[in-house]
T-cell receptor
Framework: DQQVKQNSPSLSVQEGRISILNCDYT??????FLWYKKYPAEGPTFLIS?????DKNEDGRFTVFLNKSAKHLSLHIVPSQPGDSAVYFC?????????FGKGTRLSVIA | KAGVTQTPRYLIKTRGQQVTLSCSPI?????VSWYQQTPGQGLQFLFE???????NKGNFPGRFSGRQFSNSRSEMNVSTLELGDSALYLC??????????????FGSGTQLSVL
């Protein structure tokens, strides 16, 4: 049973536009959510996180929104750049090992 | 500061063999976690070690095992390899036990191919 779901395997966005990556979770005990980015032949790298006591966290071009009632979070990238092309993993924890989604491959087209 | 180092980067084995993968965490990090990544399955948690003790274990068969040494370096072993074990095996380290504010730092992984 998947506790963290990323329902879009891939997403294509024009350079300069907004990229929105979505993630749903089922476990109410999760209280901390993270996004990791992965380039081919490299390990995932931490991008941004949000605690369940917040509904928004911003870091430069990256913003994560959390809707606890809907058990949904999203990552917004504005403006999108070709270097953002990568696989993005949503992850969650409730003082447990991180549970990852299957990832969304983002392609930013110049 | 050196990152997480995993060796070897690539490995080819045949069914029935066993394999040992190695991970050196970032200096000072005491927790090491292992994940398996397969196409379409994302990252699936294998196990986590903290100060030489296995604290958490994922839903994998007993053929998958690991250990952590006193210098925090970790190894994972897979015995009686099956074709389905072909995957990227990722090691991650953190200062304390993972969870909450504790970020994981990943190595580049070991790509295992089972023929």
């Amino acid at each position: 049973d998947q506790q963290v779901k990323q329902n879009s395997p891939s997403l294509s966005v024009q350079e300069g536009r907004i990229s929105i990556l979505n993630c749903d979770y089922t476990n109410s005990m999760f209280d901390y959510f993270l996004w990791y980015k992965k380039y081919p032949a490299e390990g995932p790298t931490f991008l941004i996180s949000i605690s369940s006591i917040k509904d928004k966290n911003e870091d430069g071009r990256f913003t994560v929104f959390l809707n606890k009632s809907a058990k949904h979070l999203s990552l917004h990238i504005v403006p999108s750049q070709p270097g953002d092309s990568a696989v993005y993993f949503c992850a969650a924890t409730g003082n447990t090992p991180l549970v990852f989604g299957k990832g969304t491959r983002l392609s930013v087209i110049a | 500061k050196a990152g997480v180092t995993q060796t070897p980067r690539y490995l080819i084995k045949t069914r029935g063999q066993q394999v040992t993968l190695s991970c050196s965490p970032i200096s000072g990090h005491r927790s090491v976690s292992w994940y398996q990544q397969t196409p379409g399955q994302g990252l699936q948690f294998l196990f986590e070690y903290f100060s030489e003790t296995q604290r958490n274990k994922g839903n994998f068969p007993g053929r998958f095992s690991g250990r952590q040494f006193s210098n925090s370096r970790s190894e994972m072993n897979v015995s009686t390899l099956e074709l389905g074990d072909s995957a990227l095996y990722l090691c991650a380290s953190s200062l304390q036990a993972p969870g909450g504010l504790e970020k994981l730092f990943f190595g580049s992984g070991t790509q295992l191919s089972v023929l």
